[in-house]
């Protein structure tokens, strides 16, 4: 049984760090935002100092935090998230970013009221625990994307780090992994194989892409969207892989893929496909 499994809908939304288009990504606003306007979320994994598996995308906290400001006053010279400690995280702030770039012009175009965001503040980084624990009172399965920690201590752990909280939480039959890191994804079929792990992958594809999927142990394969055809996604589900692809935020390719016979599609603008 895979991470697929579970679904009985043909043509499945994932939604890309949450609501992101409409909330500050990966908060827990922009994850309660995606509910009811798709099947699963996305949502990424860094480390901190003291080893805690949190939820950010970037490896620096200066694009969705308000760590400029607040490294002297907390004692931090890096911006790495990897330099600070979990309670030195949870005293940041990950939503005021928001308003100021509006990174999707959803502010700007009246699609959301500066107001609604304000009243949200503050918004904090999340644990990956605090995480799981409210897709499982929620009932709603998570894509886990493990972010590159090449030249970080916890390289060779982040692994093992993450499993450990999928299986604190109990969350394992409703997770899904993925990372561009592959050596990442054959550590976690290793440890654990009855998880589901999905590839990433940018730029091209590696040779002999079914074979290689199989080695990795892979359900899925997830490729950009910039380099997904028709005959990718032929081959693939033939082979019996499911095809995610990301980011889809135009509603006609999204269309598009599901007809020729994508799994999934990531996006930044979740809403469940016209039944």
């Keep these: 049984m895979t991470f697929f499994d579970r679904f009985t809908a043909p043509h499945l939304i994932g939604a890309h760090r949450g609501f992101r288009a409409c909330r500050p990504e990966n908060t ?6 995606s509910i009811g306007r798709c099947h699963f979320i996305e949502a990424d994994v860094q480390v901190s100092r003291d080893g805690v598996p949190v939820v950010i995308h970037d490896p620096s906290l200066g694009r969705t935090t ?9 004692g931090v010279n890096s911006l790495r998230v990897s330099s600070w400690n979990i309670d030195q995280l949870r005293q940041l702030d990950a939503g005021s970013w928001f308003l100021e770039t509006d990174p999707f012009a ?10 609604e ?3 949200l503040s503050p918004q904090r980084i999340l644990s990956l625990e605090e995480l799981l624990n409210w897709a499982l009172h929620r009932k709603m399965p998570i894509n886990i994307e493990i972010k ?14 993450v499993l450990d909280v999928i299986h604190r939480t109990g969350a394992a039959p409703m997770v899904l992994i993925s990372s561009f890191n592959h050596d990442y994804l054959f550590q976690c079929k290793l440890l654990a194989p009855h998880i589901s792990i999905g590839v990433l992958q940018d730029e091209q594809h590696p040779p002999e892409l079914v074979a290689y999927l199989k080695a990795i142990g892979a359900a899925a394969y997830h490729p950009d969207n910039a380099i997904t055809t028709r ?9 019996g892989f499911g095809i995610n692809v990301y980011t889809v935020n135009d509603r006609q390719r999204q269309q598009d893929l599901f007809a020729l016979g994508a799994t999934a599609v990531f996006t930044d603008y979740p809403e469940l496909p016209a039944a």
Aim: overall charge positive; charged content about 20%; glycine content about 8%.
């Design 66 to 74: 308000d760590a400029v400001g607040r490294m002297q006053e907390l």
């Design 231 to 239: 005959e990718l996604i032929r081959t693939l589900r033939s082979a």
């Design 117 to 119: 965001i304000e009243g």
């Design 148 to 161: 590159q920690q090449h030249k970080i201590v916890f390289d060779q752990h982040i692994v093992s780090m």
């Design 106 to 115: 959803t502010l700007a175009g009246g699609r959301v009221a500066r107001a």
């Design 28 to 33: 827990m606003s922009a994850f309660a935002a």
